[in-house]
């Protein structure tokens, strides 16, 4: 062999080393250049899950850029095979990794144990570089617009954006981040992350028909998208009581009744769990009555948004003052508390004041401090004594005698800072200034409304260095 044929013979047996590389396969594809793989004849499968999505139901794969995230135009259906929710495509082939799986059909629904009555359609935007298998539920479906968000707006590489996103999402559902990626989670099987699964289902679903469970996930979906957070308390306090309701009256253990009857699985994961920690994590809107409507004032001074409520002829902020600038009002340093000291107690029920710094102007502009008149004006039109505690109470946050909150009012427990350093009370009483005042000694010197562990309310003297709620009256 001369020279020249060595030559060729070398060149050729590096380029055919270079192409074989070229098609080294991956998930079924072949690595391009820029690290972006084709999806060649690739054989997906998967669970649609809300419940389980029943026979028939139709299930899509299009084809997604993956770093813009617009569709490619290349679409795969097929159909779900079996009332379990279970689906295979055969024979996929995308230009780029990406892809969008998409079900629609009628539903189990889990709360019920009934077929739904409507279709539903759930998303799950994924990368079927490292996977096979693409599970589609409502995770996938809540973090789709949040996803989206970061990558074609924050920029973000795929991988790292979807892996922020499901953070987010289950930080949203108070849910620890320890679960398997969402497109691998199934309700039929045990562990964390399927109990958490099967409890956002749960929690999503509640009492809702499917437009309302739509209206609500888009709701959701769309709030995280914007900054990572579901921020909406309103939703989360309907779904809240939904959950305290469904505890009362035996619904969360008749959904694992319905559940188990479907003999899908030897064991159905524990999302009680999950379920039960999100009714407890109350919101400020959390203690106001759904059924009541309310208004609402901006207090601008700081910007916190109250609701307003009518009684009778009064106009009430159906919550707890939360102003706190001791730079505009330096007599508040000192004269007042969070309870426990702990900033979210602030949040959720409002702030702990002394009476003297109470009495002098505390309240946004149009609205006073209430005097003892005012306050039993209130009780006279919510029933007297003897009703007026049960209908002006909200039905969370006390730990026994809660009210029914017909007016709206939503009288939290909140306690008290005792002025010997202490605090006290909490999900047991509530203390709320008036303007009135008894003598100028600090003991025994200031009136305030008081409702009780008893399940009685009363105007009563107390001394003014304690540190009690506020609630301001419309001018």
């Known amino acids: 062999m001369n020279l020249n044929k060595l030559f060729a013979f070398m060149l050729a047996l590096i380029s055919c080393v270079f192409v074989a590389c070229s098609n080294s396969e991956v998930a079924g594809g072949s690595s391009d250049d820029a690290g972006i793989y084709a999806v060649k004849d690739l054989d997906v499968a998967g669970v649609s899950q809300k419940g389980p999505f029943v026979t028939g139901s139709i299930v899509s794969v299009q084809g997604v850029d993956c770093k813009t995230l617009e569709l490619t135009g290349e679409k795969f259906t097929g159909n779900v095979k079996s009332d379990k929710g279970d689906f295979a495509i055969d024979g996929v082939n995308l230009k780029s990794s990406c892809a969008l799986f998409e079900v629609t059909g ?68 108070d849910i620890a981040n320890n679960v398997d990626e969402f497109e691998d989670l199934n309700i039929f099987e045990k562990g964390d992350g399927n109990a958490a699964l099967l409890a956002v289902s749960v929690l999503m679903q509640a009492d809702a028909d499917v437009a309302k469970l739509e209206e609500r996930t888009n709701e959701v979906s769309t709030a995280i998208a914007k900054n990572g957070l579901w921020d909406d308390d309103e939703t989360k306090s309907e779904v809240a009581e939904w959950v305290a309701t469904a505890k009362e009256n035996g619904q969360i253990e008749k959904i694992r009744q319905n559940l188990e009857g479907l003999n899908y699985a030897s064991e159905i994961p524990a999302f009680e769990t999950y379920v039960e920690s999100f009714g407890e994590s109350l919101t400020r809107e959390s203690f106001l009555n759904p059924q009541v409507q309310y208004d609402s004032i901006v207090d601008n001074r700081d910007g916190q948004v109250y609701k307003t409520v009518k009684i009778g002829e009064q106009v009430w902020m159906a919550q707890n003052l939360n102003y706190a600038d001791d730079v505009k009002m330096p007599e508040l340093k000192g004269n007042m508390w969070c309870y426990d000291n702990n900033p979210e107690k602030c949040s959720l029920m409002g702030r702990l004041y002394t009476w003297n710094v109470a009495k002098d102007s505390l309240c946004p502009d149009g609205y006073r401090l209430p005097d003892t008149t005012s ?101």
Request: glycine share 8%; net charge neutral.
């Open 375 to 475: 306050w039993n004006t209130l009780i006279a039109v919510a029933g007297g004594v003897a009703k007026a505690a049960a209908v002006l109470k909200s039905q969370f946050g006390w730990d026994a005698l809660g009210g029914t909150n017909d007016y709206g009012f939503s009288a939290v427990a909140d306690g008290e800072w005792y002025r010997s350093g202490s605090f006290d009370s909490e999900g047991l009483k509530a203390y709320i200034w008036s303007s009135a005042e008894y003598s100028e000694a600090s003991e025994n010197a200031a009136y305030a409304i008081y409702f009780g562990n008893d399940g009685t309310v009363s105007v009563k003297k107390f001394p003014k260095n304690n540190g009690f709620s506020v609630r301001c009256l419309k001018n």
């Open 106 to 173: 009628y539903y189990l629904n889990e709360v019920t144990g009934k077929e739904s009555s409507e279709k539903l359609s759930l998303k799950a935007l994924t990368d079927l570089s490292v996977r096979k298998t693409v599970n589609v539920n409502l995770l996938t479906h809540l973090e789709y617009e949040r996803l989206k968000h970061l990558v074609t707006v924050e920029k973000m590489d795929f991988a790292a954006a979807k892996a922020q996103a499901e953070r987010e999402v289950l930080t949203s559902f």
